[in-house]
């Protein structure tokens, strides 16, 4: 079964970045984000999947993390065991894999958050 995941609705807006030194307002578009961080349970539903982790059309969007799939074939297990914990022990490389497969699973178009999605999401107006 797919890992059920809690959605928050994040308004368009702006934040504040600071960038080079100085400081620039972005514009941000409205967006959705997970409420919590990815669990234990929601990643391993993805590894078990016999269409998940194994499956290489989640790594093919680049050479180099195609052969890092390859070389790293199983996933390193979560130093914090437990289903509700935050997973981690993962790659941007795994990230996006598990964003990919859940993206073909729901139908949604989902994505890591960018730096001034996730600075909106923590800070809001």
């Known amino acids: 079964p797919l890992p059920a ?3 928050c609705d994040v308004p368009g807006g702006s934040v504040l970045m600071e960038q080079s ?3 620039d307002i972005i514009p941000v578009d ?3 984000i997970s409420k919590y961080p990815v669990t234990n349970a929601q990643y391993q539903a993805f590894i078990d999947a016999p269409d998940g982790y194994r499956d290489e059309r989640w790594w093919n969007y ?3 993390i195609l052969q ?3 070389n790293n074939p199983k996933p390193i297990a979560s130093a914090f065991p437990g289903s509700s914990h935050p997973r981690n022990n993962i790659t941007w490389y795994e990230a996006m894999a ?3 497969w859940i993206s073909t699973k729901t ?3 989902i994505t ?3 730096e001034e999605q996730w600075v909106r999401a923590a800070q809001g107006d």
């Open 68 to 70: 890092w799939h390859k």
């Open 107 to 109: 139908g949604l178009p």
């Open 112 to 114: 890591l958050p960018n």
């Open 5 to 7: 995941i809690e959605w």
């Open 21 to 23: 030194k100085k400081t």
């Open 98 to 100: 598990f964003c990919k």
């Open 30 to 32: 409205a967006f959705r």
């Open 62 to 64: 680049a050479p180099h």
